[in-house]
């Protein structure tokens, strides 16, 4: 009669854990809203370089885009992926998972299509790690 109450104790623990773990590497995108990076433009494609890797994650955080024109979006990894360090993708713009691996540049490319406002660049598990604005 002891393993439900030590199952409870061992769910609760895991969960807490998970959430613990997502709110430490969660930024909130509100909060780093100030430091929104110009994008380069030619007239035939928008090229948005990052870094990504600790131990801050994103580099930078906030790009800003031109609605109907595509974009390349260039991430160059600085150490291998793990957990939420690991994947990437854009729900909305490019919804294509993608891996990290040390000295590797991840490429994605898509033209945003309507003024929706800002998206989330996120691991695959939709934790959100940095922004991207249509204008
Ligand atoms: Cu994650």
Do not use: W
């Not at 110009?38 to 930078?60: C, D, H, L, M, R």
């Not at 595509?70 to 854009?90: D, F, K, Y």
Request: hydrophobic fraction near 40%.
């Amino acid at each position: 009669m002891k393993t439900i109450p030590i199952f409870i104790f061992s769910v609760t623990v895991i969960i807490g854990g998970f959430i613990l773990f997502h709110s430490l590497t969660y930024k909130n995108p509100a909060s780093l809203a100030t430091n929104i990076f110009p994008t380069e433009t030619n007239s035939k494609v928008q090229v948005i370089k990052a870094t990504y890797g600790p131990p801050f994650g994103f580099s930078p955080l906030d790009f800003s885009v031109k609605v109907g024109i595509p974009v390349r979006l260039e991430v160059l990894a600085t150490e291998n992926g793990r957990g939420c360090m690991g994947s990437i993708t854009i729900p909305g713009l490019n919804e294509e998972v993608q891996t990290f691996r040390k000295g590797q540049t991840n490429i994605f490319e898509f033209t945003p299509r309507s003024l929706l406002g800002q998206y989330a660049i996120t691991c695959a598990m939709g934790i959100p790690h940095a922004t991207i604005t249509v204008e």
